[in-house]
């Protein structure tokens, strides 16, 4: 396997890296729940299966070995829902492009308020991931083509002005 360019981190930020209070506050703060699971064991509401994170209604589970990105990105779909359409997610949250570009956009945002975590690092992490946009990097896309998400998070009230 080819090593990462040299701009890009050699290895995948995983939760087991950061602070779990920190990432259990930040998500707490937008009703969410942060569950831990066991090293091996299956996690709920996993889409892609392990590592990737799960989500059921307000809860997200995640093993030492989950992604951060995955963490935030699952995380956000949830944020991104109404509570009525919250309560009933099991695995699968997404219900159209504008409301995943949503999600992309903020968890890049969120990723800005995790301390040891940080924007960039989280965007180098989607890039070599396998995160793919039409600008060649989740950095471009952010920062020149994200304007429809951005907007969808404003019109909802879930980006502050001063995130903007």
Same mark, same amino acid.
């Given at each position: ?11 995948i930020?995983c939760v ?10 930040l998500?707490?703060r937008h ?14 509401? *996993?889409?892609w ?5 799960g989500?059921?209604?307000? +809860?997200?589970?995640v093993?030492a070995?989950?992604?951060?990105h995955?963490?935030l ?7 991104v829902?109404?509570?009525e ?6 695995t699968?949250a997404?219900? *159209?492009?504008p409301?995943?570009?949503a999600?992309c956009?903020l ?7 995790l301390?040891?975590?940080? *924007?960039?690092r989280?965007?180098? +992490?989607m890039?070599?991931?396998g ?7 989740t950095?471009?896309?952010?920062e020149q ?6 907007q ?7 980006l502050?002005? *001063?995130?903007l």
């Open positions: 396997m080819p090593l990462p360019p040299s701009n890009e981190p050699a290895t930020l087991g890296d950061i602070a779990w209070d920190d990432a259990a506050a998500l707490a009703g969410l729940r942060l569950n831990r699971v066991d090293d091996g064991q299956k996690i709920p509401g *996993s889409y299966g392990e590592p990737e994170a989500i059921i209604a307000t +809860d997200v589970y093993r070995d989950t992604p951060v995955s963490m990105h699952e995380a956000c779909h949830l944020i829902l109404p509570p359409r919250r309560a009933l997610v099991h699968d997404t219900d *159209s492009v409301e995943e570009d999600t956009y968890q890049i945002v969120l990723a800005g308020q301390p040891g975590v940080g *924007s960039a989280l965007m180098a +992490d890039d070599a991931w995160y793919t946009y039409r600008l060649g990097s950095r471009a896309w952010f083509d994200a304007d429809d998400a951005k969808w998070l404003v019109e909802r009230d879930l502050a002005p *001063s995130l």
